[in-house]
């Protein structure tokens, strides 16, 4: 199992827009050739938009695109003609395939946190597509099957257990609270790659609830 803390990130955003980023991988001018991807996971960025910021439209093409709002409302716009306001607990899918542009912004009165994930489709090209699932609850698994993964959110009272699913790659991250994982502590904003994950388990910290993000991957 490999830890990266949070305060390992990269930095990036801009400050004075209201954008504040931190990227769990090599990204933009941040290029760290020996941290590029784990798996299908290319990208896991942190951002906070004060209220009115944003990301203009912009392009995206051959990435599988999955948000987890942590605090706030992400408003959503793209070139296919969806928009959607994304709220804590909605999963958002982009899939942009051969190519689509889309506008992210706070448009509401308070602070945006959320988690966004870029992962590689197993097969280039195609068309653009869209989809949201409001309020996933804990049981229910999010399939992405054009990047050969599964995506398990875990909301854990305080020292609630929770069984990690076994997979040949498996991504976490933390996204409140404290968790322990097979003997480290992680806290928000900490994440673990872990290969051939096998009977290992999530244990919430007494101090209050944890949430954690648990990407199941195939290895190879």
């Given at each position: 199992?490999?830890?990266?803390?949070?305060?390992?990130r990269?930095?990036?955003?801009?400050?004075?827009?209201?954008?504040?980023?931190?990227?769990?991988?090599?990204?933009?001018p941040?290029?760290?050739p020996?941290?590029?991807?784990f798996?299908?996971?290319?990208?896991?960025?942190?951002e906070?938009?004060?209220?009115?910021?944003?990301?203009?439209?912009?392009p995206?093409?051959?990435?599988e695109?999955?948000?987890?709002?942590?605090?706030?409302?992400?408003t959503?716009r793209?070139s296919?003609?969806h928009?959607?306001?994304?709220?804590?607990?909605?999963?958002?899918?982009l899939?942009s395939?051969?190519?689509?542009r889309h506008?992210?912004?706070?448009?509401?009165p308070?602070?945006?946190?959320?988690?966004q994930?870029?992962?590689?489709?197993l097969?280039?090209g195609g068309?653009p597509?869209y989809?949201?699932v409001?309020?996933i609850?804990?049981?229910?698994?999010?399939a992405?099957?054009e990047?050969g993964a599964?995506?398990?959110?875990r909301?854990?009272?305080?020292g609630?257990r929770?069984?990690?699913?076994d997979?040949?790659?498996?991504?976490?991250?933390?996204v409140r609270?404290?968790?322990l994982?097979?003997?480290e502590?992680?806290r928000a904003?900490?994440?673990?790659?872990?290969?051939?994950?096998?009977?290992?388990?999530?244990?919430?910290?007494?101090?209050g609830?944890?949430?954690v993000?648990?990407?199941e991957?195939?290895a190879?």
């Amino acid at each position: 199992m490999d830890v990266r803390r949070a305060d390992e990130r990269y930095r990036g955003g801009d400050p004075a827009a209201g954008i504040e980023s931190l990227h769990a991988f090599s990204f933009g001018p941040h290029y760290d050739p020996d941290n590029l991807r784990f798996g299908a996971v290319l990208a896991c960025n942190e951002e906070r938009l004060a209220p009115g910021a944003g990301f203009g439209e912009h392009p995206h093409s051959h990435t599988e695109i999955v948000t987890w709002v942590v605090e706030g409302e992400l408003t959503h716009r793209d070139s296919a003609g969806h928009e959607s306001v994304v709220r804590p607990g909605d999963v958002q899918r982009l899939s942009s395939a051969g190519g689509v542009r889309h506008v992210e912004r706070n448009d509401g009165p308070v602070p945006l946190c959320f988690v966004q994930m870029w992962l590689a489709p197993l097969e280039p090209g195609g068309d653009p597509a869209y989809e949201i699932v409001h309020g996933i609850a804990d049981s229910t698994p999010y399939a992405l099957p054009e990047a050969g993964a599964m995506l398990h959110v875990r909301r854990l009272a305080p020292g609630e257990r929770t069984a990690v699913p076994d997979a040949g790659l498996l991504y976490a991250h933390v996204v409140r609270g404290e968790v322990l994982l097979d003997g480290e502590t992680l806290r928000a904003g900490d994440a673990a790659r872990v290969t051939d994950a096998k009977d290992l388990e999530a244990v919430a910290g007494s101090g209050g609830a944890a949430e954690v993000l648990l990407w199941e991957m195939t290895a190879g």
